[in-house]
C-alpha cells in the first residue's frame, strides 16, 4: 500500500452519526495532517497531529495517531451534511527536502 | 490575511501547446508547493519552493518546471501538453516546511 493510505475508500452515513476514517503510512513522520477537499475545490487543513502525540480534539473532531502501528484515525461526530466531502491524510517528512505524501482519500457522503 | 490564489482558475489548451499557472502565498509564506490532483492518480506532488529555491521535486518529467519569485510568488510551466496533463494543479504555501499548508482553489486545466 502506498504512504498516507485511507480507508475506508467511500463512506456513506446518516446525519448525527459518527464517521471514522483510516489512514496507514510506511515511514517515519514528523507529524501527520488531516485535509478536507469539498468537489473540486482547494484542501482545507483540518487538524495536525505530532509524533509525539497520540490524541488530539478540535471542534467535532478527533484524530488518533498510533506510530508502533503507522496508522491514524480521524473521527467526525455528530456528522452534518455539509461534513460531505473528500477526506484525506498527509504524512510529513521527518526533515525538509521531503514532500508531504497525500492518500487517496476517502469520500465521505453524510445523508440527510 | 488573504488566502492562496491561483490565476487562472479554468484552462483550455490542446496537445502540444505550453501553458504557465500563477500562485500567489499567504503574505508572509516562504513556502510553495504544487501538486497535481486526477482522479486516476490522486495527489502528486510536483515540486516545492523555498526562498527562490527548489528544495524538492516529484517524479514528474521534465516538461514540468516552476519558479519562485523574490516575493514569493510562484509559476509553474508545462510545456508540449498531452492529454494525460488535463488535471487540477494546485498551490499551497506554508510558513515553514513542515507546518500546515493553504491550498488555493486550483487550476483546472483541461488538454485536448
Known amino acids: 500500500s502506498q504512504q498516507g493510505e485511507e480507508d475506508p475508500q467511500a463512506l456513506s452515513i446518516q446525519e448525527g452519526e459518527n464517521a471514522t476514517m483510516n489512514c496507514s503510512y510506511k515511514?517515519?513522520?514528523?507529524?501527520l495532517q488531516w485535509y478536507r477537499q469539498n468537489s473540486g475545490r482547494g484542501l482545507v487543513h483540518l487538524i495536525l497531529?505530532?509524533?509525539?502525540?497520540r490524541e488530539k480534539h478540535s471542534g467535532r473532531l478527533r484524530v488518533t495517531l498510533d506510530t508502533s502501528k503507522k496508522s491514524s484515525s480521524l473521527l467526525i461526530t455528530a456528522s452534518r451534511a455539509a461534513d460531505t466531502a473528500s477526506y484525506f491524510c498527509?504524512?510529513?517528512?521527518?526533515?525538509?527536502?521531503?514532500?508531504?505524501?497525500f492518500g487517496p482519500g476517502t469520500r465521505l457522503s453524510v445523508l440527510p | 490575511k488573504a488566502g492562496v490564489t491561483q490565476t487562472p482558475r479554468y484552462l483550455i489548451k490542446t496537445r502540444g501547446q505550453q501553458v504557465t499557472l500563477s500562485c500567489s502565498p499567504i503574505?508572509?509564506?516562504?513556502?510553495v508547493s504544487w501538486y497535481q490532483q486526477t482522479p486516476g492518480q490522486g495527489l502528486q506532488f510536483l515540486f516545492e519552493?523555498?526562498?527562490?529555491?527548489?528544495?524538492n521535486k516529484g517524479n514528474f518529467p521534465g516538461r514540468f518546471s516552476g519558479r519562485q519569485f523574490s516575493n514569493s510568488r510562484s509559476e509553474m510551466n508545462v510545456s508540449t501538453l498531452e492529454l494525460g496533463d488535463s488535471a487540477l494543479y494546485l498551490c499551497?504555501?506554508?510558513?515553514?516546511?513542515?507546518?500546515?499548508?493553504?491550498f488555493g482553489p486550483g487550476t483546472r486545466l483541461t488538454v485536448l
Open positions: 515511514t517515519s513522520i514528523n507529524n
Open positions: 519552493y523555498f526562498s527562490e529555491t527548489q528544495r
Open positions: 498527509a504524512t510529513v517528512p521527518l526533515s525538509e527536502g521531503q514532500n508531504f505524501v
Open positions: 503574505s508572509g509564506h516562504r513556502s
Open positions: 497531529i505530532r509524533s509525539n502525540e
Open positions: 499551497a504555501s506554508s510558513f515553514q516546511t513542515l507546518s500546515e499548508q493553504f
